[in-house]
């Protein structure tokens, strides 16, 4: 097995474009968790916004869009393009997240997921547990509505 570099940088507005292109792969669109290009950027703009790409030779195989205010921070999306999945890439991206949340003097780390969904055995591997549900949260395009579940990692 040929073992794969992940490269992990900053991201900005410029890469909104990639990063929506990977939503569109990542997320199921029955679940209704997909942000729009201009959510994206917009949000961005926005003080203590940051977002972590992960590259593998030379693609952008996924990313995570983060945001701190003052002891608190919430990862907001995460992805990994699916032919990339279970190589690595959420664990680097989520671990990089938990980074800059420290080097930013972050005590709590927050994030929401649908209920069910696959990557919440990532997230408690990471030392994430849960907090909470927000009952019927995410809305499909026909309707139909799914819980999602909150979870928070306390950090050095």
């Given at each position: ?112 997921v649908r209920a069910n969904n696959p990557a919440i055995a990532l997230y408690v591997a990471?030392?994430?547990a849960p907090v909470g549900t927000r009952r019927d949260y995410y809305r499909s395009r ?15």
């Amino acid at each position: 097995m040929t073992t794969r570099v992940i490269e992990l940088s900053h991201g900005g507005a410029a890469d909104a474009e990639a990063v929506e292109r990977i939503m569109a792969r990542a997320f199921d669109p029955r679940f209704g968790e997909a942000w729009t290009r201009s959510q994206c950027v917009g949000i961005l703009a926005m003080p203590g916004v940051w977002l972590t790409l992960a590259h593998v030779d030379g693609a952008l195989a996924g990313f995570a869009l983060s945001r701190a205010i003052m002891d608190e921070a919430e990862l907001l999306l995460i992805a990994v393009d699916p032919s990339r999945r279970r190589s690595g890439i959420g664990g680097a991206l989520l671990r990089s997240v938990i980074a800059e949340c420290e080097g930013r003097g972050v005590r709590r780390l927050h994030l929401e997921v649908r209920a069910n969904n696959p990557a919440i055995a990532l997230y408690v591997a990471h030392g994430f547990a849960p907090v909470g549900t927000r009952r019927d949260y995410y809305r499909s395009r026909s309707g139909e509505t799914f819980d999602a579940c909150t979870y928070a990692r306390a950090l050095d």
